[in-house]
Each structure stands twice: as structure tokens, then as C-alpha cells.
């Protein structure tokens, strides 16, 4: 086939229907298609080059299986290797329930139309808020806190569960906390509440402490003060249980579940 090969072209190369050949393509249960059907059609498509028009998919299923994050900035090396552990470990767990991730740097607020969901990954409060405004699909804010936000999701690390192991572990009050700058400031005033002492990082600048005894939030970030400190108690920013609380509330979310709790602290 020399012209553009369409979808009838499969179908009647295959001996089948059209819509035969969109229930395959769109990955649509249906047991009265054979397995032999469904090789023959894949073979077609193969052969021919035929390039699934993904837009109509969308249209067809009403999802795109696919979810958008959105990147604070942080000039520090210690946030680009978190941002690295999150993504990594957040694309294999949408990976395993079908989804995938679409990582963002880009701060233009504009409509994303070509995904079922957005993750706001500390960003800062009008970020968040504009790119609500014009976005009509599910928003979950990470590590950002929305006032009054209970029409969002917001996931963030739980600091008086970290208060209470770090006082356990050195003492109580014996202990400075080191962690990444967050863009929100009322992520940033919870910080500053909840725990003892803390030490915002921004940059590549050492991180100058009071106390021997420190407690860093995140791996990567420990990797960078277990140098210059003694005494180390790592907390998990992304930690399994985190990630699995996301993906959770990203299908709750996309599939317009109940939802009990919007502000969650793991």
C-alpha cells in the first residue's frame, strides 16, 4: 500500500470489521475476538506501519493513560537528584497500573489537554492555583500546600511523625532538621512548626548546623550531609508508601471516586 493506511485498509486486509479493528487497537475487552484476530490485526498494523491516531483513542476511551508532572524549581544538586528518585520510582509505579508519566519543567500556565491528571510537585501556591484555573482535569499538589485546597489532593511528608522519630532517636529537641527549600511558603511555615530546628537548602552551599545530631529529609539530600555530620537520621521523601498513596489518589481522583481525606501527611 503506497497512500496513507487507514484503519478500513486493516480491516479489510484482516477479514474483519472496522470496529473489529478498533477494539483490538484500543485495547478494549472483548472475548468474542479470537487471539488469532487480534495477531493477525497487530501483524497488519506491523506490516503496513499503520500509526494508531492517538487522539481518536482518547476520544474513544475518554482517557489518555497518561499523567502530567510539573517540576519546582530548586537550584540545589541535592533537589535535581530527589527530583530524579521521584520520578523514577513514581513512573514504574503508574507504569504498573497503565499509566504513564509526562515530566514538565515548563511554567507557562496553560491547558494541558493530553493527560488524565496533574501533579504539581513543589510548586509554589499561584502556580498551582492559575494552572487550576485553566485545567479541567484532576489536579494533586506534592509537597505544596494549598490554603482552604479541599478540592485537591495534597500529599506531603508528615513533620510531627518526624518530630517524634528524631526524638526518639537523639532526644528530644536534640536534633536540626536539613531539608530541600520548598517553593510553597506554607509548606515551608509548617516545616518551621512542627519541627525543631531546620536548615533550608536552595543551593550548592554547606549546610551549616548547630547540633551533631541531624535529621535530613530525603535520601538523595542525605547523600550530600552525611559528610559534614556525624550522627544522621535519614527520612524517606519518596518513599514507597508515598508513591502508593499518590498513584491512590490519582485514581480516585481520574475515576471520580469518594474520597474521605484531601489533606493526606505520610
Given at each position: 500500500?503506497?497512500?496513507?493506511?487507514?484503519?478500513?485498509?486493516?480491516?479489510?486486509?484482516?477479514?474483519v470489521?472496522?470496529?473489529?479493528?478498533?477494539?483490538?487497537?484500543?485495547?478494549?475487552?472483548?472475548?468474542?475476538?479470537?487471539e488469532?484476530?487480534?495477531?493477525k490485526?497487530?501483524?497488519?498494523?506491523?506490516?503496513?506501519?499503520?500509526?494508531?491516531?492517538?487522539?481518536?483513542?482518547?476520544?474513544?476511551?475518554g482517557?489518555?493513560?497518561?499523567?502530567?508532572?510539573?517540576?519546582?524549581?530548586?537550584d540545589?544538586?541535592?533537589?535535581?537528584?530527589e527530583?530524579?528518585?521521584?520520578?523514577?520510582?513514581?513512573s514504574?509505579?503508574?507504569?504498573?497500573?497503565?499509566?504513564?508519566?509526562?515530566?514538565?519543567f515548563d511554567?507557562?500556565?496553560k491547558?494541558?489537554?493530553?493527560?488524565?491528571?496533574i501533579?504539581?510537585?513543589?510548586?509554589?501556591?499561584?502556580?498551582?492555583?492559575a494552572?487550576?484555573?485553566?485545567?479541567?482535569?484532576p489536579?494533586?499538589?506534592?509537597?505544596?500546600?494549598?490554603p482552604?485546597?479541599?478540592l485537591?489532593?495534597?500529599i506531603?511528608t508528615?513533620?510531627?511523625?518526624?518530630?517524634?522519630?528524631?526524638?526518639?532517636?537523639?532526644?528530644?529537641?536534640?536534633w536540626?532538621?536539613?531539608?530541600?527549600k520548598?517553593?510553597?511558603?506554607?509548606?515551608?511555615?509548617?516545616l518551621?512548626?512542627?519541627?525543631?530546628?531546620?536548615?533550608f537548602?536552595?543551593?550548592?552551599?554547606?549546610?551549616?548546623?548547630?547540633?551533631q545530631n541531624?535529621?535530613?529529609?530525603?535520601?538523595?539530600?542525605?547523600?550530600?550531609?552525611?559528610?559534614?555530620a556525624?550522627?544522621?537520621?535519614?527520612?524517606?521523601?519518596h518513599?514507597?508508601?508515598?508513591?502508593?498513596?499518590?498513584?491512590?489518589?490519582?485514581?480516585?481522583?481520574?475515576?471520580?471516586?469518594?474520597?474521605?481525606?484531601?489533606?493526606?501527611?505520610?
Amino acid at each position: 500500500m503506497s497512500k496513507k493506511v487507514t484503519m478500513r485498509d486493516i480491516a479489510r486486509e484482516a477479514g474483519v470489521s472496522v470496529a473489529t479493528v478498533s477494539y483490538v487497537l484500543n485495547d478494549k475487552d472483548d472475548s468474542r475476538i479470537s487471539e488469532d484476530t487480534k495477531r493477525k490485526i497487530w501483524q497488519l498494523v506491523n506490516l503496513y506501519n499503520y500509526r494508531i491516531n492517538f487522539s481518536a483513542k482518547c476520544l474513544s476511551s475518554g482517557n489518555t493513560d497518561v499523567v502530567t508532572i510539573y517540576i519546582g524549581d530548586n537550584d540545589a544538586s541535592a533537589y535535581k537528584a530527589e527530583t530524579m528518585l521521584l520520578i523514577q520510582r513514581l513512573s514504574d509505579k503508574l507504569a504498573s497500573v497503565g499509566y504513564s508519566l509526562q515530566v514538565t519543567f515548563d511554567k507557562t500556565v496553560k491547558r494541558v489537554t493530553n493527560c488524565d491528571a496533574i501533579i504539581c510537585y513543589n510548586t509554589d501556591n499561584s502556580f498551582f492555583r492559575a494552572l487550576g484555573e485553566v485545567n479541567f482535569c484532576p489536579l494533586l499538589a506534592l509537597d505544596t500546600v494549598i490554603p482552604n485546597g479541599d478540592l485537591f489532593y495534597q500529599i506531603t511528608t508528615d513533620y510531627n511523625a518526624v518530630a517524634q522519630k528524631a526524638n526518639s532517636v537523639f532526644g528530644t529537641d536534640n536534633w536540626t532538621a536539613v531539608a530541600l527549600k520548598p517553593n510553597s511558603e506554607e509548606l515551608k511555615e509548617r516545616l518551621l512548626q512542627q519541627l525543631n530546628r531546620v536548615r533550608f537548602i536552595e543551593d550548592d552551599s554547606p549546610v551549616s548546623t548547630e547540633s551533631q545530631n541531624i535529621v535530613v529529609l530525603g535520601s538523595m539530600v542525605s547523600k550530600f550531609c552525611q559528610k559534614n555530620a556525624p550522627d544522621v537520621l535519614t527520612i524517606d521523601s519518596h518513599s514507597d508508601e508515598k508513591i502508593d498513596k499518590i498513584v491512590e489518589c490519582l485514581d480516585i481522583a481520574i475515576n471520580r471516586k469518594e474520597a474521605v481525606s484531601s489533606d493526606i501527611r505520610i
